[in-house]
């Protein structure tokens, strides 16, 4: 087919005109390009068109390839934006290379279905106005989006649509009032724009150019202006953050601490120098050795840099406890959680949290029934038990904070919780080493920010290998440390008491988006003055031209 041909196929067309190779090719390529706005140098622009072109090419389409284009669309852009999935696996959970990356399929074909519904939805609702679905495109978006991450035990909000927009600053306060939603209402409905440009009829294509460019230039306004008047976060503490960068390993010899005595003083020197600063609180990351307060000569070294510092140490630790049952008491069985102990400074423990969200298939097994195609991704795989509290804890200074761990930075409403039950400050403790270097530990970072603008919290992070940093609570970044370097910073960092709409209410902007997707889908259903489904289209018919037959050509030529 020629190359102009396909090019006329962006015009909407009925699903006998347009080929179906062309709408999953333009699906595929535009999943593809969003992926650009979460890796590389992370620009914004992809963010805005390239779901714009899928609901073009949605537009006509029979129901079941819209909702292929859909599907499509999402997984390409899951494989290529989070594709450090299958190299965590295969390098660290010695999981063969196809099977590391038919895993990687499954995680992208949660959201794939999640896509594949909003563009079935959002095609079922062309088929009555092309107004409506796109002025609807948005609302079914976040659903489909916060839907995706409540999934029980596998939901994955990793990467949605706002967060390339958050990198402005000022586009980020929206955050404060409907979490990361906001954002992503805002992207998809830019995206549902110009998709109306190219598909309505009317008003006039001139008019519709029109209101596309004002509404971009309004966009790059509030690009430009509007960090400006985002407040300034005063910071009156000091925190010491060791960043560890310790090797990632599936399993340790018993005798660790022994073997690594050498770095372990050097670890120790760094806690115990701050540079001449006046800090006030030391931070080790998550977890990334056999660190454990049940382990003696472990628990001897944090008490004893507690003490020296006089000053609290929060600290990733293994925790082996007995499991509670159902009734609150503990059995026999010995377990491991996953946990933050703080030491005050006399190096006594006054402070624990157990990760509540726990990384499926790597440190739980949300079905145990396939145990053996994920058994070898670490030595603990399903051995971790959830936490079932948030806990809140009290610094010398009457101030109170919440601690939450690596992956539990990607869900918005769980973080909200630390905030809204009290705490002034949150703290985040990962291992990004996992990630190696892959777009992962960036792409968490920014997730992590978006955790701070939400509850305007400052929030200090603390990593094996990077990135370590602190937040502003308006989201401001002091990132002072390299990656996969063994170093100490002091993070600057305060207490906040006022709480924002967000912090109070949670996702209630999500959950109108449901709320709203669903009234729409059941309007779908009502048949309109008895006729059935109105496709509205618009077809360009061709002329039909009849050609006699050539005997009656010459038959009537003769006669004349």
């Known amino acids: 087919m020629a190359v102009g041909r396909w090019i006329s196929y962006f015009r909407p067309h009925p699903a006998a005109v347009t080929p179906v190779a062309f709408r999953l090719v333009v699906a595929a390529v535009s999943g593809a390009a969003l992926s650009f706005s979460f890796t590389g140098f992370y620009l914004a622009f992809y963010s805005y068109v390239c779901v714009g072109i899928l609901l073009i090419i949605l537009f006509g389409a029979r129901p079941r390839i819209a909702f292929a284009c859909g599907f499509l669309h999402a997984v390409v852009f899951a494989i290529a934006s989070e594709s450090w999935i299958a190299g965590v696996l295969y390098l660290h959970g010695n999981v063969p290379r196809a099977a590391s990356w038919g895993l990687l399929f499954m995680v992208a074909s949660l959201w794939g279905v999640c896509c594949g519904v909003f563009a079935w939805l959002v095609n079922r609702l062309a088929r009555r106005s092309i107004e409506i679905a796109c002025i609807s495109a948005p609302f079914i978006f976040v659903a489909a989006e916060f839907l995706h991450g409540k999934m029980p035990e596998i939901g994955f909000p990793w990467n949605s649509l706002g967060y390339p927009a958050s990198a402005n600053l000022g586009l980020l306060q929206i955050t404060s009032v409907t979490g990361i939603y906001g954002l992503s209402f805002l992207v998809a409905a830019f995206n549902a724009l110009l998709a109306w440009t190219d598909a309505a009829t009317e008003p006039p294509a001139k008019k519709r150019l029109t209101i596309l460019g004002a509404a971009t230039i309004a966009l790059l306004a509030v690009y430009l202006i509007s960090p400006r008047f985002v407040p300034a976060a005063e910071a009156k503490h000091l925190a010491r953050s060791v960043q560890l960068n310790f090797p990632e390993n599936n399993s340790y010899e018993a005798n660790w601490l022994q073997a690594h005595a050498r770095q372990m003083k050097e670890v120790e020197e760094l806690s115990l120098s701050p540079d001449g600063a006046n800090t006030d609180l030391l931070l080790w990351p998550e977890a990334p050795a056999p660190f454990s307060v049940e382990d003696s000569d472990f628990s001897k070294l944090a008490s004893s840099m507690a003490i020296r510092l006089d000053h609290p140490f929060l600290v990733g630790v293994v925790e082996i406890r007995k499991a509670p049952t159902s009734d609150g008491k503990p059995t026999g069985l010995q377990v491991p959680y996953n946990s933050a102990v703080m030491l005050d400074k006399q190096g006594q423990r006054v402070y624990t949290y157990d990760k509540i969200h726990l990384v499926p298939f790597g440190e739980y097994e949300p079905f145990p029934l396939i ?7 670490s030595s603990e795989v399903g051995g971790f038990r959830k936490g079932t509290r948030y806990s809140i804890g009290t610094l010398p200074s009457g ?39 892959s777009a992962a530990a960036e792409q968490h970072l920014r997730m992590v920010r978006v955790r701070a603008a939400e509850n305007h919290r400052w929030i200090i992070r603390s990593t094996n290998n990077g990135y370590t940093a602190s937040i502003d609570p308006y989201g401001r970044m002091y990132r002072p440390l390299p990656p996969d370097v063994r170093a100490a910073a002091n993070l600057p960092y305060d207490f906040r008491t006022d709480k924002t709409i967000y912090t109070r209410y949670g996702d209630w902007f999500p959950w109108l988006c449901v709320a709203i997707s669903i009234i729409l889908f059941l309007w779908t259903l009502v048949k309109q003055g008895g006729a059935g489904e109105n496709i509205a289209i618009p077809v360009v018919e061709t002329p039909v031209v009849v050609l006699e037959p050539p005997m009656a050509t010459a038959r009537n030529s003769t006669q004349l």
């Not at 145990?371 to 991704?377: G, L, N, T």
């Open 399 to 437: 101030f109170h904070f919440g601690t939450f761990i690596c992956y539990e930075a990607i869900f918005p409403g769980e973080i909200r919780t630390f905030a809204n039950d009290g705490a002034q400050l949150l703290i985040n403790i990962s291992n990004d080493g996992w990630f190696g270097r």
């Open 371 to 377: 145990h053996q195609v994920v058994a070898d991704v």
